[in-house]
């Protein structure tokens, strides 16, 4: 199964959560903050989206910044994802 985002929409992977900190402190499972990092698996065709023309400025592959608290959570062939709106996409990460 495939998703397909319309509009504005971004489909992104989340990135692995740090098991231990940079100076070796191993974190406990409920301790680890998930990651506001992503991988972009799908990008929608922009378009008008309410009333105002959108350009899509991420591709598939790019890896961002994305807000905390933004998108919606899908599990899709025990694979989980995220889809936001592109303005919730904060940074490109090069």
């Known amino acids: 199964m495939k998703l397909t ?13 740090e098991e231990t900190t940079k100076s070796g402190i191993v974190l406990p499972g409920q301790n680890k903050e998930k990651p506001q990092q ?7 065709p922009g378009g008008v989206v309410d009333g105002k023309e959108v350009k899509m400025e991420v591709k598939v592959g790019d890896q ?3 807000s905390k608290y933004s ?12 889809i936001v709106k ?4 904060l940074a490109i990460i090069e």
């Open 64 to 66: 961002v910044i994305y």
């Open 38 to 44: 992503a991988e972009v698996v799908a990008v929608g």
């Open 71 to 82: 998108g919606t959570e899908v599990k899709l062939d025990e694979e989980e994802f995220i």
């Open 5 to 17: 985002p319309l509009g504005d929409r971004v489909v992104l992977k989340q990135l692995v959560a």
């Open 86 to 89: 592109q303005n919730d996409i």
